[in-house]
Structures are given as C-alpha cells and as structure tokens.
C-alpha cells in the first residue's frame, strides 16, 4: 500500500513543476494528469486506479475538491444575482446547441453508441477541472460569478443526466431521490448552522479547541463531508453535489483562516493531487491507436464542446467573452464516466470510450488558455486607482 501512495504523491509533484514557471500556462493539475497517464492504462502499467485502496483515495480526492470548490460560493454578495441570471442563461444557449449539434456527432461519427448521449457530453463542464485551475490563477470572486454558476450548474445537470442514456432507467428515482436529500440537508445546515456556532456551549468548544490543537472544526467539517458522501454512494447519488453541499455549508458559517489553512493542507497538499493522478492513470489512449473513425470522433467533439461553449459565452459573458467560454469548456470527469459505464453495460466500443475521454483530454488546453487570459484580462490596474481595485488573490481569498 505504502509503495502505491509513495507513487501517487511523487506523481502528483509533477503538477507544481509544471506551473512553476513565472508565467505559466498550464495550471498544475495537467502536470498531475500527465503523470497519471504516464503510469497507468495508457502508459507503464504500475498504477491500478482500480484497486480497492486507490479506488477510495479517488472518491475522497474527489469529494475534498468539491469541499473546496464549493466554499468559494458566496450566497451573498456583490455580482451573485447578476451570476445566477447569466450563468443559468449560459448554460441555456449551451444546452439549445449542444442537442442538435450532439445527436448529430452520435448519428454519423457513433452510430453503435446511443446518440443521446453526446448532447449531453457536449453540455457539460468540469467544475473539477475547472475550479482547481481558477483558484490557481486567483480568479474565485465576484467578478467571476458567472463561472461559479454556470460550471456547477452544468456539471450538476449533466452528472445526473449521463446516466439515463447508458443503463436502465431503474436505477434513476434512488439516485434523485439521494441527491434531494443531499441538498434539503444542505439546506437545513445553511439554514441551522450559523445559529448553532453562535451558542455559548459551541463558543466554549470552539475556543478549547484552539487552545489544546483538537481541530474540532475540521473534523466537523470532514463529518459533513462524509455523511453527504455516504448518502451518495448508497443511493448512487451525486458526490459531487455532496461536496459542493458541504463547501457551501463551511463558507455560510464564515470559517476562520486557521480552518482554512487545514483544509487547504489536507485537500491541496494530498488528496487533490492524488484524485487527478488516478483519474489520468484510469484513461486508456491505446484503444484509439488504428481506428481514424474515432480519432475523428475525439477531434470533433472537442470543437463541438469548445465551439457552444463559446458561442454561449459570446451572448452572456462580459468582457473577454471568449475567455470565459473557453474557461467553461473544460471537461474530463464526465467523460470519463460516461466511457466507464458505456463499457460495463455494453453500449460503447473500447474505441469509443477512448475518443470520449480523449475528447475531454483535448478540451483542457483551450480551458488553461481562457483561464490564463482571464488572469491577464482582471489585473488590477495600475497608478492611484490600484488601491481601490481589488487583485484576483484578494477577490479569490
């Protein structure tokens, strides 16, 4: 076991000397996935993401990202009416292109494979991708509202949605039902929970806690985490509705910086890293080698998705709108679940799935450029007006 994690965490240095340069282009987690890929299916064969113990590192890495992600969700503030109008009318003009563009891709580049699958796939966005390269660049805050909205909105959507193209549609009323009381418990802590800190008992807790190293917070937080995780797995729900549930419940009740600083060592630090090298060590390239159909497959879904995304952001975006559409992009989760489950129930080709995750793979370069203009585009500007503008790290904190 230790030799596998030893693997894993050398692995996951690539991704920090990847993006270690003074201006880097591409965010840590494609030096994390690259190395993935290198050791598993595609590459040396020395890392199973299917084991057992690699397979639970993979659900917790996953979960510790939604956590974090979801904590830069702000219910309040400055730009989040604005964000949830044009995020959800993004994902709208998304959606209305991405069907018929989308069945037509399954009709004529898939015809083996269920053609409603790929309206889907085009529609989605990878907040797992997404989020960590955002939050690299600084770029988490109000005036990033819109991706904060648009990116969960779609991958929520999208995760729930992917299911019933490729297995029965018996499976589809436990997992709603799962994810509705993810988010009614959600919404009873959001609701709950900032008067439950405020009590004397919980005051009390909260200050021994600091005082004698017990991290009761995070292991609070942790208990939030897993218990939505838990209801998940058992009704085959979402996780990462679960994870983003719990991020939102911890930025309600205002954490302090110390928490912070744990949850920021224990997600960046380990399990994050570790999520990203098992998902490239699961995606297997090989299956494309001597099939051009799906080759052309990989390549025309990757425009598709880029291209609608673009077009949405064109109408909705602010300045740069193309760096936005190109930031909304991204998508590998998705992709590669769907291959996972179109190969287990039949109802994909080991070709096909390939050229689904490559067509995710694909989609990460055009998402690291938009983010990485993005960055350009939101610095501060210079002189006396500086200091009353606020700096993507600020906006981010």
Same mark, same amino acid.
């Given at each position: 076991?230790?030799?596998?994690?030893?693997?894993?965490?050398?692995?996951?240095?690539?991704?920090?000397?990847?993006?270690?340069?003074?201006?880097?282009?591409?965010?840590?987690?494609?030096?994390?996935?690259?190395?993935?890929?290198?050791?598993?299916?595609?590459?040396?064969?020395?890392?199973?993401?299917?084991?057992?113990?690699?397979?639970?590192?993979?659900?917790?890495?996953?979960?510790?990202?939604?956590?974090?992600?979801?904590?830069?969700?702000?219910?309040?503030?400055?730009?989040?009416?604005?964000?949830?109008?044009?995020?959800?009318?993004?994902?709208?003009?998304?959606?209305?292109?991405?069907?018929?563009?989308?069945?037509?891709?399954?009709?004529?580049?898939?015809?083996?494979?269920?053609?409603?699958?790929?309206?889907?796939?085009?529609?989605?966005?990878?907040?797992?991708?997404?989020?960590?390269? $955002?939050?690299? /660049?600084? =770029?988490? %805050?109000?005036?990033? @509202? !819109? #991706? &904060?909205?648009?990116?969960?909105?779609?991958? +929520?959507?999208?995760?729930?949605?992917?299911?019933?193209?490729?297995?029965?549609?018996?499976?589809?009323?436990?997992?709603?039902?799962?994810?509705?009381?993810?988010?009614?418990?959600?919404?009873?802590?959001?609701?709950?929970?900032?008067?439950?800190?405020?009590?004397?008992?919980?005051?009390?807790?909260?200050?021994?806690?600091?005082?004698?190293?017990?991290?009761?917070?995070?292991?609070?937080?942790?208990?939030?985490?897993?218990?939505?995780?838990?209801?998940?797995?058992?009704?085959?729900?979402?996780?990462?509705?679960?994870?983003?549930?719990?991020?939102?419940?911890?930025?309600?009740?205002?954490?302090?910086?110390?928490?912070?600083?744990?949850?920021?060592?224990?997600?960046?630090?380990?399990?994050?890293?570790?999520?990203?090298?098992?998902?490239?060590?699961? $995606?297997?390239? /090989?299956? =494309?080698? %001597?099939?051009?159909? @799906? !080759? #052309? &497959?990989?390549?025309?879904?990757?425009?598709? +998705?880029?291209?609608?995304?673009?077009?949405?952001?064109?109408?909705?975006?602010?300045?740069?709108?193309?760096?936005?559409?190109?930031?909304?992009?991204?998508?590998?989760?998705?992709?590669?679940?769907?291959?996972?489950?179109?190969?287990?129930?039949?109802?994909?080709?080991?070709?096909?799935?390939?050229?689904?995750?490559?067509?995710?793979?694909?989609?990460?370069?055009?998402?690291?450029?938009?983010?990485?203009?993005?960055?350009?585009?939101?610095?501060?500007?210079?002189?006396?007006?500086?200091?009353?503008?606020?700096?993507?790290?600020?906006?981010?904190?």
């Amino acid at each position: 076991m230790f030799d596998t994690l030893l693997v894993i965490v050398l692995a996951g240095l690539v991704g920090p000397l990847v993006a270690s340069g003074s201006r880097p282009l591409l965010p840590a987690v494609v030096g994390e996935l690259a190395a993935g890929v290198l050791l598993g299916r595609t590459g040396l064969g020395v890392l199973d993401a299917a084991s057992p113990t690699n397979a639970l590192l993979y659900s917790l890495g996953f979960a510790m990202l939604m956590l974090a992600a979801g904590t830069h969700v702000q219910l309040q503030g400055p730009g989040l009416g604005a964000g949830i109008k044009s995020g959800s009318a993004a994902l709208a003009i998304v959606l209305a292109l991405a069907i018929p563009v989308g069945l037509a891709v399954g009709l004529f580049l898939a015809p083996s494979a269920p053609a409603v699958l790929f309206p889907v796939l085009l529609a989605g966005s990878s907040a797992a991708v997404a989020f960590p390269i $955002l939050q690299e /660049r600084g =770029l988490l %805050g109000p005036r990033l @509202a !819109i #991706l &904060l909205v648009w990116i969960p909105l779609a991958d +929520a959507l999208t995760v729930l949605a992917m299911p019933l193209t490729l297995v029965g549609p018996e499976k589809i009323p436990a997992a709603l039902a799962g994810d509705a009381a993810i988010v009614a418990l959600t919404a009873a802590a959001l609701a709950g929970g900032p008067r439950l800190q405020r009590l004397p008992r919980m005051l009390t807790l909260r200050d021994r806690s600091r005082s004698r190293g017990w991290a009761l917070q995070l292991r609070v937080t942790l208990l939030i985490l897993l218990g939505l995780s838990l209801i998940a797995d058992r009704t085959g729900g979402s996780t990462l509705l679960a994870g983003f549930g719990a991020g939102i419940v911890l930025a309600r009740v205002q954490t302090p910086e110390r928490l912070e600083v744990q949850l920021s060592g224990l997600a960046d630090g380990f399990f994050v890293p570790a999520f990203f090298v098992l998902l490239g060590a699961e $995606l297997d390239f /090989r299956a =494309l080698a %001597g099939e051009p159909g @799906a !080759i #052309l &497959l990989a390549v025309v879904m990757a425009l598709a +998705a880029v291209a609608i995304h673009m077009a949405a952001a064109l109408f909705v975006a602010p300045e740069p709108k193309s760096a936005f559409g190109l930031a909304a992009s991204a998508q590998l989760g998705l992709p590669a679940a769907a291959a996972s489950l179109g190969l287990a129930t039949g109802h994909l080709s080991a070709a096909v799935a390939a050229a689904i995750v490559a067509a995710g793979g694909l989609t990460m370069l055009p998402a690291a450029i938009g983010t990485w203009r993005l960055a350009q585009a939101l610095q501060p500007v210079s002189g006396p007006a500086a200091k009353k503008a606020e700096t993507p790290r600020e906006v981010g904190a």
